[in-house]
């Protein structure tokens, strides 16, 4: 019979509770962290440059240093005055469900900035393999319709179509720009470096909160008060 003077020990369940729930926290972070292709939604182009100036999906093969030459090109159009949005897409399931529009870059170019309108009405690239598509809620000038016109059309150089294109368009509004020196980016090892560290950091979380709980509630073989024998 148990005591009813003596209360069983109360279990950790705080710091058990603790454990875990840093440990998916951590998890979560790293979650958003760890690099991830777009998202295969209606227009996952419109979701990228809502928010920034470039959609570049893996599948594009650009290499690292014109993807640098792109960043840099496009933050000198924004200082010179010149705003453009740029989407590469170098496969049909770039454009997530709007499949129907591959190999057509200026309807796609249409389609896709007016699906930005409400918080974009800049200039707007398109760089398809088969040519180029431009778009503007205004409309395009006639010498930046003349000047994609003449481009020739990009082929599997997605990334180095794009910056010459990027630079004929500014070229043709009175914006000279100088193309950005070729250099591999220098953070990405260091991003998947701490992807990685925080990765190990939430698995030891994980495996301290299975501890604490296996020494809060050992298991027995024997129920309390019965002595063993066989």
Do not use: C
């Not at 009405?121 to 003349?146: H, I, K, N």
């Not at 990334?159 to 630079?167: E, N, P, R, T």
């Not at 990765?199 to 030891?204: N, R, W, Y």
């Amino acid at each position: 019979m148990q005591d009813s003077t003596h209360p069983p020990p109360r279990r950790p369940l705080p710091r058990r509770g603790l454990l875990a729930a840093l440990a998916v926290t951590i998890l979560a972070l790293l979650a958003g962290a760890l690099p991830h292709a777009a998202r295969a939604d209606g227009d996952p182009a419109s979701d990228v440059l809502l928010a920034q100036p470039l959609y570049l999906p893996q599948d594009a093969s650009v290499p690292p240093a014109e993807q640098t030459q792109l960043a840099s090109l496009l933050a000198a159009a924004h200082q010179a005055g010149y705003d453009v949005r740029v989407a590469l897409i170098a496969q049909p399931a770039d454009l997530g469900s709007i499949t129907a529009l591959w190999r057509q870059p200026q309807n796609y170019a249409r389609f896709l900035g007016q699906e930005l309108s409400l918080n974009y009405t800049g200039a707007l690239l398109v760089v398809m393999p088969t040519g180029y598509g431009f778009y503007r809620t205004r409309g395009a000038s006639t010498s930046e319709q003349s000047v994609l016109n003449q481009l020739t059309p990009p082929g599997r150089k997605l990334g180095a179509s794009a910056l010459s294109a990027i630079q004929h368009l500014a070229a043709a509004s009175g914006h000279s720009l100088p193309t950005p020196i070729a250099t591999a980016p220098s953070d990405r090892s260091s991003t998947d470096t701490l992807a990685w560290i925080v990765f190990a950091i939430g698995m030891l979380l994980i495996v301290l909160a299975w501890t604490a709980s296996l020494r809060a509630r050992p298991p027995r073989l024997f129920s309390s008060g019965t002595s063993a024998g066989y």
